[in-house]
Each structure stands twice: as C-alpha cells, then as structure tokens.
C-alpha cells in the first residue's frame, strides 16, 4: 500500500501532511509560511521533501490552492497573495520535481469534497459548500460529482451579484455576495455606518473592526453589530436559495471562521432561506449545517483529490 501526499496552499502559511491509505489521520503533519528568503515555489519543494516517507512509497501529492486554477492542465491563473504564480504550471513542476502523479484543486471546490467524504455531509449524494470567511467561496457536489466547469472556475459563488450598484467586491466588482456577507463585507458595512455617525459599542472598542470583534458586540446587545450580521446571513440566506433552486442539494454545509458566530449568523440564513425558496419542497429533506473538519478541511479536500 501506497501513501498519499496532500497540501494545503494559502497565502499566508503552506501546511502537508503524509497520509496512509485509510483514514484521515496524517503519519505526519508540517507548515511553514508561504513566504520567506527562497520563492514559495522553493518552500513548496522543501516542505514536501521534508514529510517525504522513507519506509513506504507516495502514490499521489494533491494541491489544495486558493483562487482561479485549472484542474485539468494545472496551471494557476489568480492566486492571491503568492507573487509571480499568476500562469504558473504548478502540477507540472510539482511532478517534474517528485516523479509521482500530481493533482491540484482550488480550496473551497476540495473544501466541499473533504466534507462530502469525510464530513458532515458523508452520505449526501447532491451537496453545496460554503466558506465564509475573510471571503467567502464554496464547492458544488453534484450525483456525487464535484462540479469543476470547462476551465475549472465553476462554482465561484462568492461573485454572485447579489445588490447591483451595492459595496464594491475584493475582485473590483461591485454587489457580489462577498461583498455583503464576508467576514470583509459585514466589517466594511459597520465601518461604513460608524463613518457615517452610528451609535456602537465598537466605536470604543481599542481592536480594529472585524467579524469577530462584530460578534463580540453583538453578544452585548449592539444594535449595530446585530443589523449587520442580518444584513450579511439574509444576503447569504437569498443566495443559498438560489443556490437550491438551481442544484436541489440536499444538504448546505458552511464553514469559514465566521461560522463561529453561530445563531448570530445562522438564524437570519435559515429565515431568508425559508422566505425565498419558490416551493418548501426543496426544503423537504434538506439539511442546513455547519462545517465538521475545521481547520483541517484544506487538507483533508487535498486528500479526498488524491484518493478519488
């Protein structure tokens, strides 16, 4: 039997962990941050040789990477954050240096693997993931098929335009649901309202504006910080039963860091989501929930990849 390699690429830390054929419970773990003296490209060799087995053979490494990549031909088109790999053959280098089969995913499309095969949603055979966090991305099963689209850059569910003319979106778009349900997005609309003369805890509070400064507010009964997570959960809410009259999903997994805000979050989704489905059949054996694998889900979506 054969391990697999599997990597969790972000902008700020690069992680890999060695795994065995069963389970999802790595012989070995490392990270490293992205950045340092050599290239990532460098530090991505390095971390990989470092968990290199000496005992057992590597049938697979599968990439996990953020932004707009193809699958198929391997080649990264946007990632945030990483410098010069824009373009970059990033399978092909990665099997050229190792000798093994390389397979590359975007984050939040293996994200909704991971959590199909290993997670909350184990037995599900139509499936939507989404990640709320500093963005908010997601992943699309399909008949137990993940949905990747001609040039991979399918399910991109953040750049839904959600409010024409509303809050300019990171990608230089305006209205998309990043824009107004991102952990960015509900910290923007506060700064906005403070701006504009809003009463709030948080004009005292000596930590800059974000979700989970936002949260903590809210818990204390800030009208403001509580508008604005309704704000962002009913956007999201709206987006998600869009998301079910297109894809009739059975069960809508959400996980990111903003998640933790629990019902702050999740009760204005469900109320939006029940209030624009066109038919409660498609809320009929339909399962809204929150994520399982937690800050694992990078890696074990990687691993998923490398196991399908």
């Given at each position: 039997?054969?391990?697999?390699?599997?990597?969790?690429i972000?902008?700020?830390q690069?992680?890999?962990?060695?795994?065995?054929?069963e389970?999802?419970?790595?012989?070995?773990?490392?990270?490293?941050p992205?950045?340092?003296?050599?290239?990532?490209?460098?530090?991505?060799?390095?971390?990989?040789?470092?968990?290199?087995p000496?005992?057992?053979?590597?049938?697979?490494?599968?990439?996990?990477a953020?932004g707009?990549?193809?699958?198929?031909?391997g080649?990264?088109?946007?990632?945030?954050?990483i410098p010069?790999?824009?373009?970059l053959?990033?399978?092909?280098?990665?099997?050229?240096?190792?000798?093994?089969?390389?397979r590359?995913?975007?984050?939040?499309?293996?994200?909704?693997?991971?959590?199909?095969?290993?997670?909350a949603?184990v037995?599900?055979?139509n499936?939507?993931?989404?990640?709320?966090?500093?963005?908010?991305?997601?992943g699309i099963?399909v008949?137990d098929?993940?949905?990747?689209?001609?040039n991979g850059?399918?399910?991109?569910?953040?750049?839904i335009?959600?409010?024409p003319d509303g809050p300019?979106?990171?990608?230089?778009?305006?209205?998309?649901?990043?824009?107004?349900?991102?952990?960015?997005?509900?910290?923007?609309?506060v700064?906005?309202?403070?701006a504009?003369?809003?009463n709030?805890?948080?004009?005292?509070?000596?930590?800059?504006?974000?979700?989970?400064t936002?949260?903590?507010a809210?818990?204390?009964?800030?009208?403001l910080?509580?508008?604005?997570?309704?704000?962002?959960?009913?956007?999201?809410?709206?987006?998600?039963?869009?998301?079910a009259?297109?894809?009739?999903?059975?069960?809508?997994?959400?996980g990111?860091?903003?998640?933790?805000?629990?019902?702050?979050l999740m009760?204005?989704?469900?109320?939006?989501?029940?209030?624009?489905?066109?038919?409660?059949m498609?809320?009929?054996?339909?399962?809204?929930?929150?994520?399982?694998l937690?800050?694992?889900?990078g890696?074990?979506?990687?691993?998923?990849?490398?196991?399908?």
């Open positions: 039997m054969m391990d697999d390699i599997a990597v969790d972000g902008g700020t690069l992680r890999a962990g060695l795994y065995p054929p389970g999802i419970e790595p012989r070995v773990l490392r990270a490293i992205t950045r340092g003296e050599e290239p990532a490209i460098e530090r991505l060799y390095n971390l990989i040789a470092s968990i290199w000496e005992e057992t053979e590597v049938r697979r490494i599968a990439l996990g953020p707009a990549l193809n699958p198929v031909t080649i990264t088109y946007q990632i945030p954050n010069n790999w824009n373009g053959h990033l399978k092909e280098l990665v099997q050229n240096r190792f000798n093994v089969e390389v590359l995913g975007n984050d939040a499309n293996l994200a909704a693997l991971g959590e199909w095969k290993y997670g949603g037995g599900h055979h499936l939507i993931y989404l990640t709320v966090s500093t963005g908010l991305g997601g099963i008949d098929r993940l949905l990747v689209g001609a850059l399918a399910a991109e569910v953040g750049h335009t959600v409010l300019m979106c990171g990608c230089g778009f305006r209205g998309h649901l990043e824009a107004m349900s991102s952990g960015t997005g509900i910290a923007n609309y700064k906005r309202e403070l504009a003369g809003r709030s805890l948080l004009s005292q509070d000596t930590e800059p504006v974000s979700a989970r936002i949260a903590r809210a818990e204390l009964g800030d009208e910080s509580i508008e604005a997570f309704n704000i962002g959960g009913t956007f999201l809410g709206r987006a998600i039963a869009d998301l009259h297109l894809f009739n999903p059975t069960i809508v997994i959400l990111g860091s903003v998640t933790k805000a629990g019902e702050l009760k204005p989704v469900r109320t939006a989501l029940q209030e624009t489905v066109i038919s409660p498609y809320l009929e054996n339909f399962t809204l929930t929150t994520a399982k937690g800050d694992r889900v890696l074990v979506g990687a691993l998923a990849l490398a196991r399908s």
